[in-house]
């Protein structure tokens, strides 16, 4: 928005209403924050209680396509930080077994464009995390 303020011309950003308070739009609003754009989120329920929020949700780096294996590693710094700021765990560091036919097609790609510690690993570490993962 651009106006006068006692003759001098000024040059404000535009709010932005950001709609709907999941993980989408509430990382979104805060980005827009961060860089000090006025934002407003409206939400019609509670933020965090749509498909954000559950107990399945994981943060996948492997991706057949190195650029969004690129993408999701550049994210994942930046909720790294953002969980640093506000003194909260947002992604665990759960590690992730990965079975079937694609999953040593992605290995190759994430270790190509490398910053996720993944490696191949034998069919009796399998079973022993497959039973430490039923125990726990
Ligand atoms: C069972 C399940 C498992 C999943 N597992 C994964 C996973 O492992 N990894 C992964 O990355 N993704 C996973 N996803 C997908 C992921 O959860 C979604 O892509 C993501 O949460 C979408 O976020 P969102 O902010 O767009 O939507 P939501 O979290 O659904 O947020 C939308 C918000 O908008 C609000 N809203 C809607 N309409 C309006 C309106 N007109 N005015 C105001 N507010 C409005 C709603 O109330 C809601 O709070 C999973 C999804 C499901 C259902």
Redesign the pocket.
């Known amino acids: 928005m651009t106006g006068t303020d006692d003759g001098v011309a000024t040059t404000r950003s535009p709010e932005v209403a950001v709609?709907?308070?999941?993980?989408?739009?509430?990382s979104t609003a805060y980005a827009l924050r961060e860089q000090g754009v006025p934002v407003r989120l409206?939400?019609?329920?509670?933020?965090?209680?749509?498909?954000?929020?559950?107990e399945?949700?994981?943060?996948?780096h492997a991706h057949d396509d190195p650029r969004l294996v690129a993408f999701a590693c550049e994210s994942r710094g930046v909720w790294d930080e953002w969980a640093e700021h506000f003194n909260v765990g947002l992604v665990s560091s759960d590690g992730v077994l990965a079975i079937g036919d694609s999953a040593l097609a992605r290995l190759r790609v994430l270790n190509q464009v490398g910053g996720v510690e993944a490696h191949e690993i034998d069919a009796v570490a399998v079973t022993l995390l497959s039973a430490v993962a039923r125990t726990s």
Do not use: D
């Open positions: 709609i709907g308070g999941g993980i989408v739009g509430l409206h939400e019609a329920g509670l933020p965090g209680t749509g498909q954000s929020g559950g399945s949700r994981i943060f996948r």
